[in-house]
């Protein structure tokens, strides 16, 4: 299985045996692919951003749980190892949602059949998320009309899936429609992910695109040069609102300012209904040397404070409307009901 395939690309790959993913945080500069039957070289990889991006991080956990019982099939080190998977990280829902149901599975199963049965929902996982990317991408197009230029922030595609991807799946089926005249991304400091991740990915598929500063982006919308604005979610509470990367807030501020639509694209699992709204979401708090280093180079003093949160809250009230592989949903927001 060729990852890097520009017909088809693959962020994850699951052969039966081994999980092979692309090594994020060598792009663009290196394309690099580890193959693991190692449980913990995946969290590792989570923790680090070699995998990320919600529903990537979910499907790599599910089979993270298959590789641990297979390590030494012992119930109670299984449950330990399970904890320190669902553990990797705390704002994505999706990590929880895949150790869980892989947990329900070993519970309501044959115990002679274990690793068949969670190998198989772990499959399953993975591809239910490729059918999702695909059904949000469909949806998603009818919102684009020709020469229409989006402006996306942080990385939305097949790196952050098990499939083409969320916003940028979007994004590539509008180009194919010609719905799509240009895209704009953000860098998404400190890591890059839009620089380097998205502006590669789009580079891939051949979609013309520019880069920009996260603090350009306002410029941008004043010279009226963005039509709409999409992106992804790491989860969604019950009223809509939104923990996405740290950036996003702004984003949707600016776009109300200037009246330009905001859409947010995330399959059904990013969602979690059990909360209310976006004070019940942990946000993720990360390394200050993340900031303080541009990359491998030093750019501040090297003790200086950092205040470095991976994820803002976007309110619902910001947000013209919601994508998932069930339909498009504007507010006032029910997500238990199914939409058009």
Known sequence: MNLFDEKRIRGLYWDGESLHFIEQTKLPHSEEVIVTRDWRVIVDAIKRLAIRGAPAIGVAAAFACVLAWREDENQKAWNDKLELIESARPTAVNLSYAVRRIRETMQAGDEEDCDANITSEAEKIAIEDDAMCESIAKHGIQLFKPGTRVLTHCNTGALVTYGIGTALGIIQHAWQTKNIEQVYACEARPLGQGSRLTMWELGKLGIPATLLTDSASGRLMQDGKIDCVILGADRI????????????????????????????????????????????????????????????????????????????????????????????????????????
């Open 237 to 340: 509470a019950a009223n809509g609102d939104t923990a996405n990367k740290v950036g996003t807030f702004i984003l949707a501020t600016l776009a109300s300012r200037f009246e330009i639509p905001f859409y947010v694209a995330a399959p059904s699992t990013t969602f979690d209904l059990n909360i209310s709204s976006g004070q019940n979401i942990e946000i993720e708090y990360r390394d200050a040397d993340e900031v303080r280093n541009c990359y491998t180079h030093q750019a501040s003093p090297k003790d200086v404070n950092v205040y470095n949160p991976a994820f803002d809250i976007t309110p619902a009230e910001l947000i013209t409307a919601i994508i998932r592989e069930d339909g498009v949903f504007y507010p006032p927001y029910d997500f238990t009901e199914r939409s058009t």
